[in-house]
């Protein structure tokens, strides 16, 4: 029986990735905290869907990045655009054995080995409302801090949306 808690010895697994996109997802990440921006997963958004990747930059701009791992993954999924009402930019992220062609020309695309990560197209900008973007910070930041907490007490994690 396979266990619903976050692993301490890999805090990218809480059981809805694939090997494959936790890869994509390091990548990216790593790429991230090299720009200075900061970077959380499986962040639950106010209409309910969890963006894969969500960043915050210096100047407080917000990214989300849609990770997919195969052709199927990227063909089934077509809430994408929803994305684009809580970030500034908004891109997809994929592997070298995805080919780049499939992702649309409106999204910024990201490349990621896993060890690192490369932006080969910018994202268009969009920039959020101040009253969306305190409220997808907050968001933001309610989900770093209870991923903290739940790092170092694993016993008091909750079921929280955040």
């Not at 900061?38 to 894969?52: K, N, P, T, W």
Request: hydrophobic share 45%.
């Amino acid at each position: 029986m396979q266990s619903n808690r976050v692993r301490l010895d890999d805090p990218l697994a809480d059981g809805r990735q694939s090997d494959t996109a936790t890869m994509v997802w390091r990548g990216v990440a790593r790429l991230f905290r090299q720009l200075g921006y900061a970077s959380v997963g499986e962040v639950v958004l106010a209409s309910g869907r969890r963006a894969d990747l969500m960043a915050v930059g210096p100047k407080g701009e917000i990214w989300i990045v849609e990770v997919k791992s195969s052709i199927a993954d990227f063909r089934a999924d077509r809430k994408w655009p929803g994305y684009r009402d809580f970030c500034d930019r908004f891109f997809f992220a994929s592997h070298a054995e995805v080919p780049r062609g499939i992702f649309p020309e409106e999204a910024g695309f990201i490349l990621s080995d896993g060890f690192f990560a490369d932006i080969l197209r910018e994202a268009p900008e969009h920039k959020l409302a101040g009253a969306r973007r305190k409220a997808v910070t907050l968001r933001f930041a309610q989900a770093a801090a209870n991923r903290l907490h739940d790092a170092l007490d694993p016993d008091a994690r909750s079921d929280a949306a955040f």
